[in-house]
Nanobody
Framework: QVQLVESGGGLVQPGGSLRLTCAVAGSISIFNINMGWYRQAPGKERELVAQITRRGTASYADSVKDRFTISRDNAKSTVDLQMNGLKDEDTAVYYC???????WGQGTQITVSS
């Protein structure tokens, strides 16, 4: 069984930064799978924020490009999302996703507000 646990959410002022971490637990190693971060704002559909291939190639939604950075540590089985220059519209619940297993984390709330 695969478990994804997100941490690092919270309240931040516009322009601030946060770092999210997704810890993957279970009898797997993430070194050979793609990983992603999604978010869902109130009243909106869940959307892809960033993803990173097993080879470390990252891609981003246009709305977060140049502000967010996804990274992975295969040895620790973690995937991070560094978020800089946060805006009000980044407010959402952020989810970690392992598509190879169809596994989602429980989500962590990010609120950007002054």
């Amino acid at each position: 069984q695969v478990q994804l646990v997100e941490s690092g959410g919270g309240l931040v002022q516009p322009g601030g930064s946060l770092r999210l971490t997704c810890a993957v637990a279970g009898s797997i190693s993430i070194f050979n799978i793609n990983m992603g971060w999604y978010r869902q704002a109130p009243g909106k559909e869940r959307e892809l924020v960033a993803q990173i291939t097993r080879r470390g190639t990252a891609s981003y939604a246009d709305s977060v490009k140049d502000r967010f950075t996804i990274s992975r540590d295969n040895a620790k089985s973690t995937v991070d999302l560094q978020m800089n220059g946060l805006k009000d519209e980044d407010t959402a619940v952020y989810y970690c996703y392992a598509p190879a297993y169809g596994a989602w984390g429980q989500g962590t709330q990010i609120t950007v507000s002054s």
